[in-house]
């Protein structure tokens, strides 16, 4: 069964970072209706290590669901678009792994590029992710927790290559989450 993408791209019109994951898991597994919704990804506990020093940050306080409401607002305050390169896909197996997803359909990254012209930095989360985009866009890989310089249309972008913020990549949240700091600290969105 071929799946269309359940969500629209997420781009503050002052975004000056891209970040794009591969698709999202099965909406049995949401929590929200919006991106990282699986309560078993750490995107949000890594944010809110990051950015207010606390983990559980934009969980509700049941613990049961992330919140939503706060997340829009914290991401479009900072300039964080979000989406995924993928607007189609088939699941080979009945799971969220990247390594079952065939794409049917690439997301047009170059389209996404042009309605956030302040744009500087595209960071994916994960190998899929980045071998769809590279596709797309001639860019060298960096390595995990590294960048590379790319053009795009007279603009000088990077590409940063982070660690996917699923519990199935072997790295501790703490690690994780120094690696994405660092990144945030060079694109200038730690301060405020």
């Keep these: 069964m071929i799946e269309q993408h359940p969500l629209e ?3 503050p019109c002052h975004a000056k970072l891209l970040m794009l994951g591969s698709f999202p ?7 929200m209706d919006f991106f990282y919704p699986n309560l078993q990804n750490d995107m949000w506990r890594i944010f809110g290590l990051i950015f207010f020093k606390d983990k559980d ?3 509700l ?3 049961k669901a992330f919140h939503k409401a706060s997340i829009i ?3 479009t305050k900072k300039g964080i678009a979000l989406y995924d390169t993928a607007t189609m896909v088939r699941r080979l197996q009945d799971n969220a792994s990247d390594k079952f997803l ?3 359909e690439p997301t047009d990254i170059r389209l996404l590029l042009k309605q956030i012209p302040q744009c500087k930095a595209i ?3 994960g190998q899929k992710a980045t071998d769809v985009l590279r596709n797309q866009i001639e860019v060298n890989e960096p390595a995990v927790g590294k960048y590379t310089e790319f053009i795009f249309e007279d ?3 990077f590409l940063y290559r982070m660690p996917s913020s699923s519990r199935a990549y072997p790295l501790a949240i703490e690690k994780k989450a120094e690696v994405y700091r660092l990144m945030f600290n060079e694109l200038g969105l730690l301060e405020e």
């Design 102 to 104: 065939e794409v049917i």
């Design 57 to 59: 940050y934009f969980l």
């Design 9 to 11: 791209p997420f781009l």
């Design 61 to 63: 306080p049941e613990k």
């Design 73 to 75: 607002d914290f991401l």
């Design 25 to 31: 898991p099965q909406q049995k597994r949401w929590s």
């Design 123 to 125: 960071v994916t989360t």
């Design 155 to 157: 603009r000088n972008l």
